[in-house]
């Protein structure tokens, strides 16, 4: 496309230039499998469009969620983020604090009635009728309920808004819920877990619902399928050690500084749906995501995981058919059209493999063969794999090199 054609836009949005701001469009565009013309459509109804005005509650968190987005570059998501909403009431954010900041709110309120983007941060406590988050001297609880009813849409932004996440831990001593639990069937609360949450996939939902204003397709979950239609397994860079057998065993032990895979540390990619690997946020610098910086993932983004599950507890594996989008017609169709790829071999990589590296893709590709249908073949070797007698370890094969 010629310069000509981006004339039509203005040159900044706010601090950041057209070219970033047209650059960031056209990657979300991607990010949302929509074809990359659509990025220049996002870019021109950010331009027409008033930005939208955001009221953002707070109830029970670290404020990570926040953090996460002010705490990042290329191109700075904090411009763009502000300068495509217009944030009226932030409790962390706004200059105006104490009444000032619930006379700006309720102002806001009333002058965008059906218009405004309520995203909610936190959990919200229920217990002796929400007493343990206050703000104002009011329950939260009541203020996320008497605000929903006014709004455009409502965002739910990290674990905790998108389903309890820590405070909601067992034993939950407050009572705390969802926004979605709070505000019930009449609502549909679109989820952005993560603890903290990516913040570009924020700003993704936030452009879609400026262009198409309309919510994006979403899971069972709520969460935009866009950004968690996969696992992260998946698009996981430590993969292939993954499928050759090869595990790290301990922090620091040989396979750990070798980069092999980190699922006998806990890892709960397999089980865990987030765009994390392709995505990157958080700009610590190269490969900044947690199974990138040698961190197993804790499935921060799932109800079932995080905060539930323990730690090293290893995550079950399962198979989920490709969705007839990507292996053409004929194929099943599964809700959410979710997909795992299995990267050849069609089966899991045994782990009581003699000392060493793993076993060649060939020997598994072999092994599958053997056992019969690929499917059963790789619910065999997963089942192995969750069970197996640890006959291998890196510190072991260092020891013998
Ligand atoms: Fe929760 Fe957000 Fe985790 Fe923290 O505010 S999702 S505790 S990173 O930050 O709500
Ligand atoms: Fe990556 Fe974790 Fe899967 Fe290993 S188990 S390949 S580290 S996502
Ligand atoms: Fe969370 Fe796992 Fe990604 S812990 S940030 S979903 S790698």
């Known amino acids: ?184 069937d009449k609502f549909k609360v679109i989820n952005i877990p993560g603890c903290p949450p990516n913040p570009y996939n924020f700003l993704s939902t936030v452009l879609y619902l400026v262009t198409f204003k309309k919510l994006p397709e979403l899971d069972e979950k709520n969460r935009p399928l866009f950004a968690y239609r996969r696992l992260i397994h998946e698009g996981c860079e430590r993969r292939p050690h993954f499928d050759a057998g090869r595990f790290a065993l301990e922090f620091d032990d040989e396979g750990h500084r070798r980069g092999w895979c980190l699922y006998k540390l806990g890892c709960k990619g397999p089980v865990t749906y987030n765009n994390c690997p392709a995505v990157l946020f958080g700009d610590v610098g190269a490969r900044s995501w947690p199974v990138g910086t040698g961190c197993p993932c804790f499935g921060c983004s799932e109800k079932e995981v995080a905060f539930t599950e323990p730690i090293p507890a290893m995550a079950s594996l399962k198979f989920v058919e490709p969705s007839p ?16 790829r299995l990267t050849p071999p069609k089966t899991f990589a045994p782990i009581e493999a003699p000392r060493g590296a793993g076993p060649s893709a060939a020997t598994v590709g072999v092994l599958a063969g053997l056992a019969g249908a690929a499917l059963g073949a790789g619910a065999v070797a997963a089942s192995r794999l969750g069970k197996g007698k640890e006959t291998e370890t890196a510190a072991e094969t260092k020891k013998e090199d």
């Open 325 to 340: 989008a990507l292996v053409g017609e004929g194929a099943e169709s599964r809700p959410g059209g979710r997909v795992l």
């Open 1 to 184: 496309m010629k310069d000509q054609e981006f004339e039509h836009l203005p040159s900044h949005f706010g601090m950041v230039s057209r070219r970033d701001f047209l650059k960031f469009c056209t990657i979300a565009a991607a990010t949302m499998g929509l074809p990359m013309s659509m990025g220049l459509r996002m870019a021109e109804a950010v331009a027409a469009a008033k930005r939208p005005p955001v009221i953002w509650l707070s109830g029970q968190e670290c404020t990570g969620c926040t953090e996460t987005l002010l705490r990042s570059t290329h191109p700075t998501v904090e411009h763009l983020i502000l300068n495509l909403i217009s944030v009226d009431y932030h409790e962390t954010l706004s200059v105006p604090s104490g009444h000032l900041a619930e006379e700006a709110k309720k102002a806001s309120i009333k002058e965008n009635k059906g218009k405004f983007i309520l995203v909610t941060e936190g959990a919200i406590p229920t217990k002796d009728g929400g007493i343990y988050c206050l703000v104002g001297g009011r329950p939260v609880l009541e203020i996320v309920r008497e605000t929903a009813p006014y709004a455009a849409a409502i965002v739910a932004i990290g674990s905790c808004a998108a389903w309890g996440g820590i405070p909601a831990a067992a034993p939950n001593p407050t009572g705390a819920v969802s926004t979605q639990e709070v505000l019930g």
